[in-house]
């Protein structure tokens, strides 16, 4: 019999200059995180109502643990500097391409606006122009420099391994990210949160709105007791 794996991109959302969003498998949901709840009870699902309740009761005073019966699986790309950020998150499985067994592409990230050192409570303040458009015309040169140096690297017979110690952190990678929802919220609180560098935050923000279509109780749920920090009224 053929064996065949099916990757199916269920959403699909464009971050940044190059990067991208792309849900590829999803498992579970709230029903998932309210049958999980109710096994101790030896009961499933009941009423709308009441399951949606109950779900905002776990979230809401920390019952955290049937969060992790729903399951997504990401397909990622964007840049290294990131993704450096991204993989502090260990409660996730990740598998990311090699630069030692791929040409790495020559897709660099370059901000729209540059941002000034000057920030107050980490909202940061815009390079003005010219000098915007002059320096990322300097790093768009030396992006294209590093990349005439890397692919030199390798037609003199480099290994892959050696020449893409020359390339940016502003390169792209890619990497599969399959993450439960309880440890999802863990990331979205974090990196939605206003102290997390732009970039990761617009991930974020991408994640947080596909959380929201596939698991729209709990993602309520997240919004009223975890972000805004409303307490549970009996
Ligand atoms: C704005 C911001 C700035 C940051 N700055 C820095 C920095 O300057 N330097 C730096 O090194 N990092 C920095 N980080 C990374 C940060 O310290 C965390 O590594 C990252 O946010 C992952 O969070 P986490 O451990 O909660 O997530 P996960 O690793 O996904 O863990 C999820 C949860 O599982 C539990 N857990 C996981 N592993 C353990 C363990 N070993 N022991 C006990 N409990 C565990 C914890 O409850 C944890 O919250 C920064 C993060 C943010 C958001």
Not at 28 to 34: E, Q
Not at 58 to 68: D, I, K, M
Not at 82 to 96: C, D, G, K, L, M
Not at 191 to 205: K, N, S, V
Request: proline share 3%; with cysteine; aromatic share 14%.
């Amino acid at each position: 019999m053929e064996r065949q794996v099916r990757v199916e991109v269920l959403k699909e959302i464009p971050v940044l200059d190059h990067g991208f969003v792309k849900l590829v498998d999803f498992m579970g949901g709230d029903m998932a995180v309210v049958q999980a709840a109710r096994v101790s009870f030896g009961k499933g699902v009941t009423e709308p109502e009441r399951d949606r309740k109950l779900l905002e009761f776990l979230l809401a005073n920390r019952h955290e643990t049937p969060f992790e019966h729903a399951l997504f699986k990401f397909h990622i790309k964007c840049p290294i500097f990131v993704a450096r950020q991204w993989f502090r998150h260990r409660i996730a499985s990740y598998n990311e391409i090699s630069g030692r067994y791929a040409t790495m592409k020559e897709e660099f990230c370059l901000p729209e606006a540059l941002r000034t050192q000057k920030a107050k409570n980490y909202k940061y303040e815009t390079m003005v122009e010219p000098d915007n458009s002059q320096l990322k015309e300097k790093i768009s040169l030396f992006y294209q420099k590093a990349y005439e140096l890397y692919q030199e690297l390798l037609e003199k017979g480099v290994a892959r391994e050696h020449a893409r110690i020359v390339l940016p952190l502003s390169l792209y990678t890619q990497f599969y990210w399959t993450i439960n929802s309880r440890a999802m919220m863990n990331f979205l609180s974090l990196r939605l949160d206003d102290h997390a560098q732009g970039e990761i935050r617009q991930y974020a923000e991408a994640i947080g709105g596909i959380f929201a279509e596939y698991m729209p109780w709990t993602s309520s749920a997240f919004n009223r007791f975890v972000v805004l920090g409303e307490k549970w009224a009996d």
